[in-house]
């Protein structure tokens, strides 16, 4: 599967003053459940560039290669997990929200086919926050695997807190 990020619009930069930070703003993406294929068995955590000058609506157009399998699209908690965080210099980067993309939204898209997404930003406690993250996502060939009934979380994976545990209490998130 490819994922470009294409760009986030809106966003709330939270300081305002004389000393005020800009928007630095970038993206982490990681699937759920991680690549069972993957041989160390982590959580592939993939990373957008730093939009230095797009402050409220950055711009990206970076693409990622997932190694996903049949199983992921048979697994009804599967999902993208998007994080978008601003780099600060001297505090280091800020969480600004997150989203995920659920495996229902993806459907079985006929191969090379590109679906457009945007998806609202939410905070971390799980309620609205301003702003909205577009996507473009092509599946590419795919490697048919078993299917599991139970998904199997990694040892490396650990719950995610700040979210909502009525979301997510069935399911483990990489960090």
């Not at 000393?19 to 068995?41: A, E, G, V």
């Not at 006929?110 to 905070?123: C, F, G, K, Q």
Request: glycine residues 6%; contains cysteine.
């Amino acid at each position: 599967m490819e994922i470009t990020v294409i760009s986030a619009e809106g966003l709330e930069s939270k300081s305002s003053g004389p000393f005020s930070h800009r928007l630095r703003p970038f993206i982490t993406i990681t699937t759920y459940p991680p690549n069972p294929q993957n041989s160390d068995k982590k959580c592939q955590v993939y990373r957008t560039r730093v939009d230095d000058q797009g402050g409220v609506n950055p711009t990206w157009g970076d693409k990622f290669h997932f190694p996903i399998d049949t199983a992921f699209f048979h697994n009804r908690y599967s999902c993208i997990y998007i994080q978008l965080y601003t780099k600060r210099l001297i505090k280091g980067q800020i969480q600004l929200g997150w989203c995920q993309v659920p495996v229902t939204d993806l459907g079985f898209l006929p191969e090379d086919s590109v679906r457009y997404l945007s998806y609202r930003i939410r905070a971390r406690d799980g309620t609205r926050a301003p702003g909205v993250i577009n996507l473009a996502i092509r599946l590419t060939r795919f490697q048919q695997v078993a299917v599991h009934p139970v998904p199997r979380a990694s040892d490396e994976c650990q719950t995610v807190i700040g979210i909502p545990l009525a979301m997510f209490s069935h399911m483990s998130i990489c960090q």
